[in-house]
């Protein structure tokens, strides 16, 4: 079993930043696929960025290029989402979810076997 932690959210100001982390632990062998999301009440979750371990290739939605950077320390096996120039529609609660299967980039939720619990990200206009 593999546990995910995140960390970092939090109240911000429209132009303003935060630092999501999310800590993998328990039983992960080699390398791994690593994806956050995001969910608005009524809404299905939403792709925002995800990373592979191993090459460090990335992949953002197109709502977040340019402003989220996605990264990893494997050494502690932490992903990290910063996030800049947020804006009021980047309010939902954001997840991260590991896969160690071999997956694609932008791959839907449902390829991943493992999630975090959420957490919240509110954007003040």
């Known amino acids: 079993q593999v546990q995910l932690a995140e960390s970092g959210g939090g109240l911000v100001q429209a132009g303003g930043s935060l630092r999501l982390s999310c800590a993998a632990s328990?039983?992960?062998?080699?390398?791994?696929?690593m994806g956050w999301f995001r969910r608005t009440p009524g809404k299905e979750r939403e792709f925002v960025a995800d990373?592979?371990?191993?090459?460090?290739?990335?992949a953002y939605a197109d709502s977040v290029k340019g402003r989220f950077t996605i990264s990893r320390n494997n050494a502690v096996n932490t992903v990290n989402l910063q996030m800049n120039s947020l804006k009021p529609e980047d309010t939902a609660v954001y997840y991260c979810?590991?896969?160690?299967?071999?997956?694609?980039?932008?791959?839907?939720?449902?390829?991943?076997?493992?999630w975090g619990q959420g957490t919240q990200v509110t954007v003040s206009s």
């Open positions: 979810a590991l896969t160690q299967r071999l997956i694609a980039h932008g791959a839907p939720a449902t390829r991943y076997d493992y």
């Open positions: 328990g039983r992960i062998l080699g390398t791994y696929h």
């Open positions: 990373i592979n371990s191993s090459a460090g290739s990335t």
